[in-house]
């Protein structure tokens, strides 16, 4: 008796395929999700986190320091090397499965929003319009001084002439990446609408976000708040588990693939064809 209370309780003891099952009911009967993604589906992309607990990049503490606001305000040029050092796996990154699954709910109209904590723009590459980059974009610079806009190509080409750190041609002032640094604030309009979208949604999917860091350790409570049913599917357990609908711990490429042969999904890039 006492079993059967806790095996409701907690999604956890319930088997992979009946929580599998479960998912699928609940994305068929979606038409307005929200989708909260963390760095799971980049590493799976071949990004490295930057942030994991186990050999990330965080746990440098010089490359932390000058990698923060305060590292980039008093020594640009280093900061810029060690940018320098992060860049080519952002560049050799394909979206995956997981990119192109929630491309293409946007696409038949069921998904409204994608809120990332990632800032390689995987998701719009995959063809995802509306996303929220909590923590910015390497896609794009601006001056922080006149506030010009660059682009990540028009940064490549300053460094490749040797100007370190890169400098604005209008003005002279320092070229900063549009990422939110360490140290820096997120930009209030970007989590004003992020926590706006969730709780506006009818399922809030969560996708490899181990709901640690803020502010996406604060958004699935918004959206329980507004009676939302969250999915979470990550590799390791995370705070909200218990709070879930529904709970997958499994590499996201898998439950990717599974959602889109189940639902008779292409997840691949647009114009390619099915493998
Ligand atoms: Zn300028």
Known sequence: MEEMTSAKEHPMTRSHDDELNRAVAHLNGATRMVALTGAGISTEAGIPDFRSSEGGLWNDLHLMVSLSSWGFRLAPERFYRQVLKLIPPLLKAQPTRTHYLLAEFERMGKLTTVITQNIDGLHQQAGSRNVIELHGTYRRAHCIDCHHAYTFEEIQNKIHQQELPPRCHRCQGLIKPD?????????????????????????????????????????????????????????????????????????????????????????HPPGASPQ
């Open 179 to 267: 990422v939110v640094l360490f140290g820096d604030l997120l930009p209030p309009e970007a989590l004003a609408r992020a926590t706006q979208a969730v709780r506006e949604c009818d399922l809030l999917l969560v996708l490899g976000s181990s709901l640690v860091v803020y502010p996406a350790a604060d958004l699935p409570q918004r959206a329980r708040e507004a009676g939302v049913p969250l999915l979470i599917v990550n590799l390791e357990p995370t705070p909200y588990d218990r709070h879930a609908e529904i709970v997958i711990h499994t590499p996201l490429g898998e439950f990717s693939q599974f959602i889109g042969d189940r639902m008779g999904l292409k997840l």
